[in-house]
């Protein structure tokens, strides 16, 4: 079974739009993250977020926001999408340790 | 953490021969350092970590230094097969800024039969 799962795996969108991309991790714990990887491969945080604490990386536009329903999901939103948005998005969990375990990944596309 | 440099950012080994990729960070508060290994399509797999109170661990083929004074750390792996063929990433924690993992730029790791 998919520790961290990510849908969809691929987003194809138009400029402007607004759009949401699905994380759920099924190993219990307790913090989750939004990276995002650009076309040169290089990973950076977006946010963490744990027992309803949100810390955001001050680089990060605010249109994107981060919701969790419940512990087990971290979903990541983005409206009025721009062309350079275009990414791969990896949400990521760990537990009480450091250890952060990875999901596939969401290629988005913006057109 | 503040930042990661990775070096370098391709290498390329004959089969069977090691392959050694380094890091060096500036956070002093570092005390965790993950070694990450992602292939074509796929999420980033943790393949080793160290944490600051241990010098060098060994896992099989792999193994990772860190000298916290030089603050540098090292990934080695020996023995080298084609399914190590991927991109490696570096990374530390200090538990500050927005709470993540900073990565160094990733090596592409080829191995050549």
């Known amino acids: 079974d998919t520790a961290v799962s990510q849908t969809p795996k691929y987003l194809v969108t138009q400029m402007g739009n607004d759009k949401s991309i699905k994380c759920e991790q099924n190993?219990?714990?307790?913090?989750m993250y939004w990276y995002k990887q650009d076309s040169k491969k290089f990973l950076k945080i977006m946010f963490s977020y744990n027992n309803k604490e949100l810390i955001i990386n001050e680089t990060v536009p605010n249109r994107f926001s981060p919701k969790s329903p419940d512990k087990a999901h971290l979903n990541l939103h983005i409206n009025s999408l721009e062309l350079g948005d275009s990414a791969v998005y990896f949400c990521?969990?760990?537990?009480?340790?450091?250890?952060?375990?990875f999901g596939p990944g969401t290629r988005l596309t913006v057109l | 953490g503040e930042n990661v440099e990775q070096h370098p950012s391709t290498l390329s080994v004959q089969e069977g021969d090691s392959a050694v990729i380094k890091c060096t960070y500036s956070d002093s508060a570092s005390n965790y350092f993950p070694w990450y290994k992602q292939e074509l399509g796929k999420g980033p797999q943790l393949i080793i970590d160290?944490?600051?109170?241990?010098g060098e661990k060994k896992d099989q083929r792999i193994a990772v230094t860190l000298n916290k004074t030089a603050k540098h750390f090292s990934l080695h792996i020996t023995e080298t097969q084609p399914e190590d063929s991927a991109v490696y990433f570096c990374?530390?924690?200090?538990?500050?800024?927005?709470?993540?993992?900073?990565f160094g730029k990733g090596t592409h790791l080829i191995i050549q039969p």
């Open positions: 990374a530390e924690y200090s538990g500050g800024g927005a709470d993540g993992l900073t």
């Open positions: 160290i944490r600051s109170n241990v």
């Open positions: 990521a969990s760990r537990a009480s340790g450091d250890t952060q375990y």
């Open positions: 190993l219990g714990h307790d913090t």
